[in-house]
């Protein structure tokens, strides 16, 4: 098992929520909290870990891990992605995703050594290919080393948790 620290100097420590097996829904933050928009899918899933927890639900700040996180998207049902974008949309509007393909993924906004796209095809090629959901938030600019999101990304968080929150309720509604 790897152990990474993903606690910040100056940041309080938590700790990680326990791993629920028969959680079929898995809640997956990516971006780079030290790319300050880029981290708009971290931040989110703090938030997240405030509040109540979603039963049947799990929560997993990938950050920029790549291949590492294959196993955890092998076991879940339905995966639930929160990333930034960089799509030519104003700073932070929240859309939702439903790619059925792999191809049909958006490039990653940072430079990941292994991104999203690579990720799902390796999920798909074991067979393992969940159903996806991919909440994104428009980004315009990624400041490196900076650990703040702009006031519009800021903004976008609460209305990005809220949706997130209601479709996990959903989807493990119906497991």
Do not use: W, Y
């Not at 799990?58 to 590492?68: F, T």
């Not at 196993?71 to 949309?89: C, E, F, K």
Request: hydrophobic residues 50%.
């Amino acid at each position: 098992m790897l152990l990474l620290d993903t606690t910040l100097v100056g940041e309080p420590f938590r700790l990680p929520s326990p791993v629920d097996p028969a959680a079929s829904v898995l809640i997956l933050a990516v971006g780079n909290l030290l790319m300050g928009d880029e981290g708009v899918g971290v931040h989110a899933l703090r938030t997240l870990e405030g509040e109540p927890p979603v039963p049947g639900a799990r929560l997993l700040d990938g950050g920029v891990a790549g291949v590492n996180l294959l196993d955890d998207i092998q076991r879940a049902r339905s995966v639930i992605v929160i990333d930034a974008t960089r799509d030519g949309r104003p700073a932070g509007t929240v859309t939702l995703l439903r790619p059925t393909t792999v191809g049909a993924l958006p490039q990653s906004l940072s430079s990941h050594d292994f991104g999203l796209k690579d990720l799902f095809a390796a999920a798909a090629l074991l067979g393992a290919m969940p159903d996806v959901h991919l909440f994104t938030v428009s980004v315009e600019t990624v400041h490196p080393m900076c650990l703040e999101l702009s006031p519009p990304v800021a903004a976008a968080v609460p209305v990005l948790v809220h949706s997130v929150r209601a479709l996990a309720a959903r989807l493990t509604a119906g497991a």
